[in-house]
């Protein structure tokens, strides 16, 4: 048997792509799951288990690392021990089976270690230092102790005797090949073994320097591996939330439900939305989301119907609800009616790009090179570069979340929509960026409405 020992800390974004990477494995042996948690406090644990109910779980308040493999092993069945971080994510099918063969008749063969791949959301250093450190030729390393315990193997056998350092708060890993090569054994790296890992292993802030010199090594040892990147929307659980209220601002029932009926159909033309659910106040509005197969859960309580209620803390409420249930989403992406231009696919492409770029939100917006202020008391701050010419300077960034967001679960949980690393999807398309919410606004846009649903019933 091969147990998988993987360590986690507040790590619930990388639990499906990491869990069910490790499930896809093709390898001729049984195959165990044993997560070391350090006292997570999101929902690392409950999507875990969500996700692969037979894992084993052990659970550590004091993180050192070697003690934290040590302890997962004690709980291991398997001969061979295959360490890896939460966040490192299997390539392909055959990244177990190509680290297991290097034990196939080996004598003396300690432990095996895989290639780190970066993603396209790594920094340009960690980008480097990946590159750099993990190359595409197998080694055999006799008197060289690196080893990286993100994504290797050692027999149970060779760990008896050699147990991971349980004080040390870092490099574990290389005493523990300095021990075993000061035995008489060896270790290997494999370059066929690969996992996606985000981070880099060095420090070094010399962006610039660095950015030149992936450029170069990614043209020279490009293995057509960051192009898909560990997160694959498809395969990944995203929600959409969709609040409406019974009413909005002056416009009338017939004015709503269009803007909502618009809306849906927006939400129907998505191949990467695993669940709609349409929360609202109205049992008309919610008649109408469920004649049309969306899924509507029980109205919400008066004290998030009443017009002062926070949109976020809808998105809270309906997420609390979900994970209750026991579903634990990967993104949720949330949208209201105002925005009835929204262009074919703009929502697939959102969510496309919140997977690859790495943010914990990605909002769609636009760009405003025009002036602006911020008023400060009774004074007018200008906040823009508008003396210089429009292509020298760098535009202010307007969100439009109503058109479309997407956030991790965590955020949304803590009562927000924006987290720390928000990043801004430009709009080319200036009509997707009209917004509806009076009756003025609704007459004025009312002509090209009209021209969309009869364009539409024409095709």
């Known amino acids: 048997m091969i147990s998988i020992i993987i360590r986690t800390k507040n790590e619930e974004r990388w639990m499906r792509p990491c869990l069910e990477a490790v499930m896809a494995q093709r390898v001729d042996m049984p195959v165990e799951v044993v997560l070391v948690d350090n006292a997570s406090t999101d929902k690392t644990v409950d999507k875990a288990q969500a996700i692969m109910p037979g894992l084993k779980l052990v659970r550590v308040e004091e993180f050192l690392p070697g003690r ?174 969709l609040p409406v209220r019974a009413s909005l601002a002056d416009l009338d029932r017939g004015e709503m439900e269009a803007l909502f009926d618009r809306t849906l159909a927006s939400l129907s033309e998505s191949r990467q939305l695993s669940a709609i659910l349409v929360s609202t106040d109205d049992p008309a509005l919610a008649g109408m989301a469920r004649d049309r197969g969306f899924v509507v859960p029980d109205l919400r309580p008066p004290e998030l119907a009443e017009g002062h209620a926070r949109f976020d803390d809808v998105l809270a409420f309906e997420l609390r609800r979900l994970e209750e249930s026991g579903r634990f989403p990967d993104a949720v992406l949330s949208l209201e009616i105002t925005h009835p231009f929204r262009q074919a696919g703009f929502l697939d492409r959102l969510l496309e790009e919140f997977f690859n770029c790495g943010a914990q939100t990605l909002v769609a917006g636009v760009a405003e090179f025009r002036p602006c202020w911020v008023r400060e008391g009774s004074e007018f701050q200008r906040i823009d570069g508008f003396l210089r010419r429009r292509d020298e300077r760098e535009p202010l960034h307007v969100a439009l979340p109503g058109l479309g967001c997407v956030s991790l679960p965590a955020v ?28 003025a606004a609704f007459q004025r846009v009312r002509p090209l409405l009209t021209a969309d649903a009869r364009s539409a019933a024409e095709r």
């Open 412 to 439: 949304i949980r803590s009562g927000k929509r924006f987290g720390s690393r928000t990043t801004i999807l430009e709009l080319a398309d200036s009509l997707a960026a009209v917004e509806v919410r009076s009756k």
């Open 68 to 241: 934290a493999i040590n302890d997962g092993i004690r709980a291991a069945s398997g001969d061979y021990i295959v360490c890896l971080s939460a966040h490192c994510i299997p390539v392909n099918e055959n990244w177990l089976a190509r680290l297991l063969a290097n034990f196939d008749g080996a004598k003396d063969l300690a432990g095996v270690y895989g290639r780190q791949v970066p993603v396209s959301f790594s920094s340009p250093s960690d980008k480097r230092d990946l590159l750099i450190t993990f190359g595409l030729d197998r080694r055999v390393q006799y008197k060289d102790p690196f080893f990286h315990n993100a994504n290797s193997m050692v027999p149970r056998h060779v760990w008896e005797r050699f147990p991971f350092d349980e004080d040390v708060t870092n490099i574990e890993d290389r005493l523990w090949a300095k021990d075993v090569l000061g035995a008489g054994m060896h270790i290997v790296y494999e370059p066929d073994a690969p996992v996606y890992h985000h981070h880099g292993i060095h420090q070094n802030n010399d962006v610039r320097r660095a950015e030149s010199v992936v450029r170069i090594m990614e043209a020279e040892k490009a293995a057509g591996h960051e192009a898909s990147g560990p997160f694959r929307s498809a395969h990944l659980d995203t929600v959409a939330v």
